[in-house]
T-cell receptor
Framework: GAGVSQSPSNKVTEKGKDVELRCDPI?????LYWYRQSLGQGLEFLIY????????KSGLPSDRFSAERTGGSVSTLTIQRTQQEDSAVYLC?????????????FGPGTRLTVT | TQLLEQSPQFLSIQEGENLTVYCNSS?????LQWYRQEPGEGPVLLVT?????EVKKLKRLTFQFGDARKDSSLHITAAQPGDTGLYLC??????????????FGKGTHLIIQP
C-alpha cells in the first residue's frame, strides 16, 4: 500500500510569507506526527494528532506555527510570516496506534527554504 | 525534557570492519527505536526495543536495550557500503495523558568505504 506522502517536496518562500505543508498519512493510521529536521539539530518533535485532536501543542516553536487535521486523515502544517530560521525539512509520520510502542512511518519530508 | 546523546556523530570505516553506535539518556524510556535515513528520504524504522536487556538481531545488525532502559547500542558486523547512511535512535515515553512524539538523538553519519 501507499506510504506517507508529503507535498510539496520543496518550497522556497520569501521571508514574511505564509506557507502550508501537507501530509497524507497511511490509510487507517490514527496517529499523525510532525517533526522538523535542521542541519546539526536532529529531528525536533512539533505536534501529534490522535484522530483530529492535538492534545499538546507545546512543541510548536512559536505562535506562527499551527497545524490541523481533518477527517482523521490529511494534516496541514501552516507557518505564518516565515523567518529564515524556519528553513528546515519538515517530516510527517503516522502510526497505527497512539503510544510509545507504535511504529512510526515517515514521509519523505518537505524541504522549506526561506530567503 | 528527555534528551538522547548519540555517539559517535561521524564514523568512516572500511568495508568489513565492525562498529558500534551508542545512544544514552538520563531518562527511562518506554521503548527505544533505531532508524536509518538516506538523503532526501524520511527515516525508516529498523527495530523497536521495549524490555530492559533486550537484544534484537537484524542480519548483521545487533541492537541492545540497556537493563535500566536508559541506553541502547547498535552494532554492525562486517560493515558493507550499503550500510552507509544516517542512523538515528529515538526514545518514546507514555505520559499517561497521551502519547508524545519521539525524542531523537542527533544521529550518527556512517560511511563505509569500499
Amino acid at each position: 500500500g501507499a506510504g506517507v506522502s508529503q507535498s510539496p517536496s520543496n518550497k522556497v518562500t520569501e521571508k514574511g510569507k505564509d506557507v502550508e505543508l501537507r501530509c497524507d498519512p497511511i490509510s487507517g493510521h490514527t496517529a499523525l506526527y510532525w517533526y522538523r529536521q535542521s542541519l546539526g539539530q536532529g529531528l525536533e518533535f512539533l505536534i501529534y494528532f490522535q484522530g483530529n485532536s492535538a492534545p499538546d501543542k507545546s512543541g510548536l516553536p512559536s505562535d506562527r506555527f499551527s497545524a490541523e487535521r481533518t477527517g482523521g486523515s490529511v494534516s496541514t502544517l501552516t507557518i505564518q510570516r516565515t523567518q529564515q530560521e524556519d528553513s528546515a525539512v519538515y517530516l510527517c509520520a503516522s502510526s497505527l496506534n497512539v503510544g510509545p510502542y507504535g511504529e512510526q512511518y515517515f514521509g519523505p519530508g518537505t524541504r522549506l527554504t526561506v530567503t | 525534557t528527555q534528551l538522547l546523546e548519540q555517539s559517535p556523530q561521524f564514523l568512516s570505516i572500511q568495508e568489513g570492519e565492525n562498529l558500534t553506535v551508542y545512544c544514552n539518556s538520563s531518562s527511562v524510556f518506554s521503548s527505544l527505536q533505531w532508524y536509518r535515513q538516506e538523503p532526501g528520504e524520511g527515516p525508516v524504522l529498523l527495530v523497536t526495543v521495549v524490555t530492559g536487556g533486550e537484544v534484537k538481531k537484524l542480519k548483521r545488525l545487533t541492537f541492545q536495550f540497556g537493563d535500566a532502559r536508559k541506553d541502547s547500542s547498535l552494532h554492525i558486523t562486517a560493515a558493507q557500503p550499503g550500510d552507509t547512511g544516517l542512523y538515528l535512535c529515538a526514545g518514546a515515553w507514555y505520559s499517561g495523558g497521551g502519547a508524545d512524539g519521539l525524542t531523537f538523538g542527533k544521529g550518527t553519519h556512517l560511511i563505509i568505504q569500499p
